[in-house]
């Protein structure tokens, strides 16, 4: 049981070019999450999913896509990097119910964009 | 919208200290309350959380008391440990746990 993976651990992009985060679970959540922590800034929500084949915008969305076309997956893509972007990425899961509390994540990606 | 303040850091303090790490919200609703902890190099994990008024959340000697009335979250521990050198965020849960909004984070460092 691997928990919450992320691939890959670290990148270097220079701006402009594009990117695909994966993010995978093996615990059958429903939901999944894409956080970038800055310092001084806590974890900022990019975008979540409620299920298999959907998505829905967080708090900053903007520069970023997200699909879900299987349960166990979900992609964040970067189309065309801006330096702003440089930060470290964190996914997250949860199971689905109104109790479930716990949101369990994986070890992050350090992305620099030059 | 919702929002969570807490002290900044960086926190510095002899091991056998005593630990408080301030936290308040601004929410709609009742919200759920929460204290995430990130060790050097890791995601976050849950600490402990609380779903009401006045519920005490705890682990690990942790402790947090959900205060309504001064829509309060403060971490708290008795003796601090090196091992407890992290980075705490409080945290809190919109209507139906959908989503959660954190804190800035406090990095705590214990010196033996």
């Known amino acids: 049981n691997a928990g919450v993976t992320q691939t890959p651990k670290f990148r270097v992009l220079k701006t402009g070019q594009s990117m695909t985060l994966l993010c995978a679970q093996d615990?059958?959540?429903?939901?999944m999450y894409w956080y970038r922590q800055d310092p001084g800034m806590g974890l900022r929500l990019i975008h979540y999913s409620v299920g298999e084949g959907t998505t829905a915008k967080g708090e900053v969305p903007d520069g970023y896509n997200v699909s879900r076309l299987k349960k166990q997956n979900f992609l964040l893509g970067l189309e065309s990097a801006a330096p702003s972007q440089t930060s470290v990425y964190f996914c997250?899961?949860?199971?689905?119910?109104?109790?479930?509390?716990?949101?369990?994540f994986g070890p992050g990606t350090r992305l620099t964009v030059t | 919208g919702n929002s969570v303040t807490q002290m900044e850091g960086p926190v510095t303090l002899s091991e056998e200290a005593f630990l408080t790490i301030n936290c308040t919200y601004t929410?709609?609703?009742?919200?759920?309350l929460f204290w995430y902890v990130q060790y050097p190099g890791e995601g976050l994990q849950l600490l402990l959380k609380?779903?009401?008024?006045?519920d005490k959340g705890s682990n690990k000697g942790f402790e947090a008391t959900y205060r309504k009335e001064t829509t309060s979250f403060h971490l708290e521990k008795g003796s601090v440990q090196v091992s407890d050198s992290a980075v705490y965020f409080c945290a809190l849960s919109d209507f139906g746990n959908e989503k959660l909004t954190f804190g800035t984070g406090t990095r705590l460092t214990i010196i033996p």
């Open positions: 609380a779903t009401k008024a006045d």
């Open positions: 929410a709609t609703g009742y919200p759920s």
């Open positions: 615990m059958n959540h429903e939901y």
């Open positions: 997250a899961s949860r199971e689905s119910g109104r109790y479930s509390y716990e949101q369990y």
